[in-house]
């Protein structure tokens, strides 16, 4: 049965999703095409670019990414709170950054002036629908989507399609959805057999996190958009004084272990043993590390349009008038926690 997306992504409310955004007919469109031998790497430029762009922008943090030859991965989490404090100028500023004004497109000017924004704001009720825009993830992907297909289009000389119909997207019911989410999709390149570590993960949260390790922090700021660290755009993975961070009780470090452990699970040429080290990390998350393996490497299978642990899933189902959501048997065996999940079946076994 089809779901809305409205009860997935419910416009107004705090969540984090799983979004993905496929070229047409799954061509090679933003990497090395075989057929014609055209290399579109330059094009994940500008993907990065817009996300880190649309970060500033929107009231919605960039959790993670991947940018693929033939798909993208990202991973959002609105922020409904933060868009409703900022005053009706500061919406309307944002908003003409983004879609700039007759007179801004004439003169090329980057910026609004007292005058654009007070034209704005003397339209009745548009500063709302406006407000309401910033901190939809469904604009935000439009976006995104529309941005890099005009371009493309443009740079080819032709019309049509860019990407197969809308973003997919999944809810993220929790902390464990989150983390096996972003665990997989740091990982693409290396199921895909395009790198061998996740430092050599091109076009990945994972890469630009370690390689954000050797640089000095910059200072956050996303009250206004033009004054944030367009380096900074991505969400920290921990807590700081500025900025809430992906997860509440896990490290950088911790982290990256949980990755290259996962690693090496997808790829059969290097199989290792789970560390000593990652038996605590799971512990406190709540998780059972070989269930958890497998909802990683399954991921594509086991969960269509939710995840996370079993009681906050059939929470959202009851929210959305529904007695369960395709999944949810996933969720009970593979996120649960390790007092109340048995040993992990068989991919045939969950429905």
């Given amino acids: 049965m089809t779901i809305a997306r409205r009860d997935i992504a419910p416009e107004g409310v705090a969540g984090a999703y799983h979004c993905t955004a496929r070229c047409v007919r799954q061509a090679w469109l933003c990497g090395q095409d075989e057929v014609s031998g055209r290399n579109y790497d330059h094009r994940k430029d500008w993907i990065r670019e817009r996300l880190a762009f649309l970060a500033m922008i929107f009231a919605l943090d960039?959790?993670?990414?991947?940018?693929?030859?033939?798909?993208?991965?990202?991973?959002?989490?609105?922020?409904?709170?933060?868009?409703?404090?900022?005053?009706?100028?500061?919406?309307?500023?944002?908003?003409?950054?983004?879609?700039?004004?007759?007179r801004m497109r004439q003169t090329e000017e980057s910026q609004p002036s007292g005058a654009d924004i007070a034209?704005?704001?003397?339209?009745?009720?548009?500063?709302?629908?406006?407000?309401?825009?910033?901190?939809?993830?469904?604009?935000?992907?439009?976006?995104?989507?529309?941005?890099?297909?005009?371009?493309?289009?443009?740079?080819?000389?032709?019309?049509?399609?860019?990407?197969?119909?809308?973003?997919?997207?999944?809810?993220?019911?929790d902390e464990a959805a989150v983390l096996t989410a972003m665990v997989y999709v740091d990982l693409n390149p290396i199921r895909a057999g395009l790198a061998t570590t996740p430092e050599a993960s091109a076009y990945t949260s994972a890469q630009q996190r370690i390689a954000g390790q050797q640089t000095p922090p910059s200072v956050w700021n996303?009250?206004?958009?033009?004054?944030?660290?367009?380096?900074?755009?991505?969400?920290?993975?921990?807590?700081?004084?500025?900025?809430?961070?992906?997860?509440?009780?896990?490290?950088?470090?911790?982290?990256?272990?949980?990755?290259d452990t996962a690693g090496r699970v997808a790829r059969p040429d290097k199989p290792g043993v789970i560390p000593r080290e990652l038996a605590p990390i799971m512990e406190r998350l709540g998780l059972e590390p070989a269930n958890w393996m497998e909802a990683v490497s399954g991921y594509e299978r086991y969960f269509r349009r939710f995840v996370g642990r079993p009681d906050t899933v059939a929470t959202l189902a009851e929210t959305a008038g529904r007695?369960?959501?395709?999944?949810?048997?996933?969720?009970?065996?593979?996120?649960n926690s390790p007092r109340s999940c048995g040993a992990c079946p068989e991919a045939s076994t969950i429905v």
Wanted: aromatic content about 12%; charged content about 25%.
């Fill in 222 to 259: 996303k009250t206004f958009a033009v004054e944030g660290s367009m380096t900074d755009w991505l969400c920290p993975l921990t807590d700081s004084t500025e900025r809430q961070g992906v997860f509440r009780r896990l490290t950088l470090y911790e982290y990256l272990i949980l990755l």
């Fill in 323 to 335: 007695r369960w959501f395709h999944g949810i048997a996933a969720c009970r065996t593979l996120l």
């Fill in 62 to 102: 960039v959790l993670g990414y991947a940018i693929m030859n033939n798909h993208l991965h990202t991973l959002l989490r609105t922020l409904p709170e933060l868009v409703r404090s900022w005053t009706d100028q500061e919406v309307v500023c944002r908003w003409l950054i983004l879609f700039p004004s007759k």
């Fill in 119 to 173: 034209a704005v704001l003397r339209q009745r009720g548009r500063v709302e629908v406006l407000r309401q825009r910033l901190s939809s993830l469904s604009w935000f992907m439009r976006c995104l989507d529309e941005y890099i297909a005009r371009r493309a289009n443009r740079e080819d000389g032709c019309k049509g399609r860019f990407w197969e119909g809308r973003f997919k997207c999944r809810a993220l019911a």
